[in-house]
């Protein structure tokens, strides 16, 4: 019921820049947190940063004072904007939104949705 769609991944050089774009569709009542999150090989999904509704954000200690998450609520959209980019950085990066589905009806379930990843690969 809830699609999303990942833009903006790729390769890029040490020290370069990237912006992710995530794009929520569907029967959509209203949008809670959004996030991305990130996965390297043999390691677990990790949280890189997140955004609440009413605008405040939380980031990974590796990724504080590089990265940068804002969202545009008009468009269902988030975005991650990433500076600095390292090695370490490389992996393939999801999407995750938090939110209330519109039934038509006064039922409201929530739901939670993953975008179809997108890879990151820094390297010289």
């Known amino acids: 019921q809830v699609q999303l769609v990942e833009s903006g991944g790729g390769l890029v050089q040490p020290g370069g820049s990237l912006r992710l774009s995530c794009a929520a569709s569907?029967?959509?009542?209203?949008?809670?947190?959004m996030g991305w999150y990130r996965q390297a090989p043999g390691n677990e999904r990790e949280l890189v940063a997140s955004i609440t509704s009413g605008g405040s954000t939380n980031y990974a200690d590796s990724v504080k004072g590089r990265f940068t998450i804002s969202r545009d609520n008009r468009k269902n959209t988030v975005y991650l904007q990433m500076n600095g980019l390292q090695p370490e950085d490389t992996a393939v990066y999801y999407c995750?939104?938090?939110?209330?589905?519109?039934?038509?009806?006064?039922?409201?379930?929530?739901?939670?949705?993953w975008g179809q990843g997108t890879q990151v690969t820094v390297s010289s």
């Open positions: 569907g029967s959509i009542f209203s949008i809670n947190t």
């Open positions: 995750n939104v938090r939110g209330v589905i519109d039934t038509g009806s006064s039922h409201y379930p929530t739901f939670t949705s």
